[in-house]
């Protein structure tokens, strides 16, 4: 696995991403979480979809928790052919008493906490924490990155509207 350094700060720090960078117009790697309920989930359970990707390092922090909300909030208005999917490194309990708690009904959370699949995949594995950068991509349903953004400072949120245009002009 190739590692990067300089792309993601916490707090100013900088810090080191694990596994192949990710970028637009590339097939879409593949990767396996976990659903709350502990069964497996794959990018090819989303095929013919346009998927949104949200990588967050914990729902049980506040931008973390402030973000999901918004693309909860946003899906609503998306259709029914885009997903929205928040990976997290959290346990699958934490984060479905996460969407229990916020009633985020509109978004399909997964865990990458076992195997960091995703993490590696894409690029966003945090090698000092062992957590995912906040990072967002945007599938398009021939299986194919349309957009690709990881934020600097994680304690940032990312920019909800390039992610929104994305996801409205991909095919």
């Known amino acids: 696995m190739s590692e990067r350094t300089g792309l993601v700060t916490f707090q100013g720090n900088p810090l080191t991403l694990v596994g192949n ?3 637009p117009n590339q097939k879409a790697p593949d990767f ?5 309920d502990l069964s ?13 990707i949200a990588s967050v390092p914990s729902l049980d922090t506040s931008v973390c928790s402030i973000e999901t909300k918004r693309f909860n909030d946003e899906a609503k208005n998306l259709g029914d052919d885009v ?3 928040v990976i997290s490194m959290d ?19 997964i865990s990458d906490h076992r195997d960091a699949s995703f993490g590696n ?4 594995l ?10 967002v991509f945007v599938i398009n349903t021939k299986g194919e990155v349309c957009f690709e953004s990881i934020v600097k400072e994680m304690t940032d949120e990312p920019d ?12």
């Open 121 to 124: 995949a894409y690029g966003v």
């Open 83 to 85: 997903e929205l999917v």
């Open 126 to 135: 945090i090698k000092e924490l062992r957590l995912l950068a906040r990072a």
């Open 160 to 171: 909800y509207q390039a992610v929104l245009d994305a996801v409205r002009a991909a095919s």
């Open 91 to 109: 346990l699958p309990f934490a984060q479905a008493r996460w969407a229990e708690e916020y009633k985020a009904r509109e978004v399909t959370m």
């Open 21 to 23: 960078a990710v970028a």
């Open 32 to 36: 396996t979480a976990l659903k709350p």
């Open 40 to 52: 497996p989930v794959t990018l090819a359970d989303y095929a013919g979809k346009k998927l949104i």
